[in-house]
């Protein structure tokens, strides 16, 4: 409505629309930040108005509340993230809400070159929180997927001490060498090509490519149990491509 009504807004919003706020992704904030923008603004219906049965506000709500936990996490300030909820015919809020969200962007300045953190630093650590993208939504689905009618209830949704303790206790996952017979289950159900290895060959992960979806720990046969959870410590490095090799005991009589 605000651009039929040509009213005025400021210029430095890029507008990207989707089809409902509800498929605005973790990941879309924290790219947008990753690729340079201060602030990023989320605009979505009004709550308990959707025009369909899927509410998808709601999952825009949830997963701004956490980026606002995860921001600040990383040592973002989290007032660089807003959610609002209107309606279509509501041109004029549109543009004083954007217009304010500018105002306070603008006077908290450019990501990184202020006082909150240091441009380097900003960029790895927006790097892991990217990475773990899907891990963070496989542990929170729950909480996500909440329909918070009452908004004193959002800032308990996601605490400080539980975002530290999924960062601090991420869990990566391991092929026991000894253990793994090489069955390729986990190499199959890998979603993104993260296990290297073959028929007759120890398969092993690629941490660098791993996304912590679990897939693999669930997916082995538990008379194998080759694949195991490791949270707090680093992971053993995979084992020498020349040691893969399973020699089956019939090849050896
Ligand atoms: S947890 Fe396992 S299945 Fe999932 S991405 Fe990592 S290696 Fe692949
Ligand atoms: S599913 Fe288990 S036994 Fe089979 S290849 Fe993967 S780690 Fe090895």
Redesign the pocket.
Known sequence: MAGVSRLQYSTEIRLIRVMCSGRVDLEFIFRAFSNGMDGVFIGGCRLNECNYITQGNYDALNVALLSKKIMAHIGMNPERLSVEFMSSGEGNLFTEVVDDFSKKVKALGPLGKGKEIDEDELKSKLAEVRKLVPYIKIVERKKLASRLENPEEYEGLFTSDGIDKLFREAVSYY??PD?????????KRCPVEA?A?GKSQ??VIDQDKCIKCGT?YE???PR????SQISGEPVPPPIPEEQRTIVRKSKKT
């Open positions: 092929i026991d253990k793994c017979q090489a069955c390729m289950i986990c190499r296990i290895g120890i398969h693999c997916v082995c046969p194998f149990a080759a694949v």
